[in-house]
């Protein structure tokens, strides 16, 4: 476990939530998602869009994800999210997600992604780079 | 009005509806859009992925949208609609959509759109272009 | 022109994009949406979730929205969103949203929703209802 | 394994795909619980907006999803989903999604799924309760 965390605080809207009155389970891949690009943010000082540029890799494409509802998430909610890098392998990464309402956590998610490069055989295609040992240092406690 | 009129029918699906159990707004500007889509390959005989490359333009950017909602698209409703392009001038045209539920117009959506190429001053840009006379024949009544 | 005025600013993100790399038309739906709720309860002090039975009424149903798309909005941009009332009438209203990017406008939205209760004739649909004058009064200047 | 297998064919959309020019990872999700609701409608005989009612359950909440990202879905990508049910237990159930292009699986999804009543004790909500034998028997081969 790599110990820098990214917190952060959203509300959940309208139209996040289906007519169950809670969000709809595709939008948790939404919020993993925008956690995982502001955790580099956070960790490396790059914004975003940047990221790609700044160290000559294509993407962080998902090659697995996952999600566990322990809880709803109803329109008004106010969720605490954190996510964390939970393992690094030599061209791969997971990352966490805790979602909690009011204390409780309503959701975990999982993803695994891949620090990729473009394929010198192919441009068209994205192939898996190692990690620089700098990145995964920037994650790791001072 | 140009008479080629693109037909197609979907289901609302869970995923669309909103906790009032009633397909969200948003939703129906991907319908809108899909709608476009087809239409152009209908009338032009090019597949959506293949449209730029073979008329020489970057895409067909939106530059105003509007929807009237005057009855509400429920979960599992079948809903018929049509698209047509409603006005071609000389690079840009309006698209408007009619979503009809068991026989009575939902919904009408309308879309501006630009037949837009790279900007040769900014290639990261694009600009306008002139449509080209056998696109818009194709949309004519024959 | 009510003066009331609602600001809230967020980032655009990977998921909101499309291939052209900008943000896709219907995201912006949900914008506008998001910044009624916000204003609402900026205005009135009563969180979304509560509107409805705050003020004995089933919802603000959207039954005419729309877009103008000045600028695209990209990936990783900061968005200043401004919403207001822009007019009440006896039973509907129109709402006024501005996104601006780095300070010029990208997109205008509006929207007219209704006031809208139980039809006390069949409570499985909606009937217009009159806006308290109570409920107009809290946007406009003091 | 049960036998009983939907099979849809669906086309990957613009407003499915982000700047990597893919289908985003949150629509496979989306694809998932409309797989999973027409495999029920197929099973049972039973269009979706009736399954509540016509079972006497409030809904099939989702507790766990995932999915693996083998190639990627680009715009215009012509996409055949099968889904099953894989397992089938007291009152919870888990449901396998296949997405092939052009003969190759690209993702697997899978999701677990509660049959779920009103809790008597607070029927705001839910409880799992036993999925009825001969709802399990319609998935079963013949």
């Keep these: 476990m790599t ?3 990214h ?4 509300t959940i809207a309208w139209s996040h939530c289906d007519p169950a009155g809670i969000a709809f389970n595709s939008r948790f891949f939404e919020f993993f998602d925008w956690g995982t690009w502001m955790l580099f943010e956070a ?3 790059v914004k975003p869009p940047d990221l790609a540029a700044a160290f000559g890799i294509v993407g962080l494409p998902l090659v697995d994800a996952g999600a566990t509802f322990m809880a709803p998430a109803r329109f008004g909610d106010v969720v605490d999210q954190t996510s964390r890098v939970s393992d690094f392998r030599r061209s ?3 990352v966490e997600h805790r979602l909690a309402i009011r204390g409780e956590v309503a959701v975990e998610g ?3 992604r891949v620090w990729a490069g473009r394929d010198p055989a192919d441009p068209s295609r994205m192939k898996a780079k190692a990690i620089p040992e700098d990145v995964i240092a920037r994650f790791r406690p001072q």
Tied chains: 1, 2, 3, 4.
């Design 3 to 5: 110990d820098f965390v």
């Design 7 to 10: 917190r952060r605080q959203f």
């Design 43 to 45: 960790a490396l000082g």
């Design 92 to 94: 791969s990464f997971d």
């Design 110 to 112: 999982r993803e695994t």
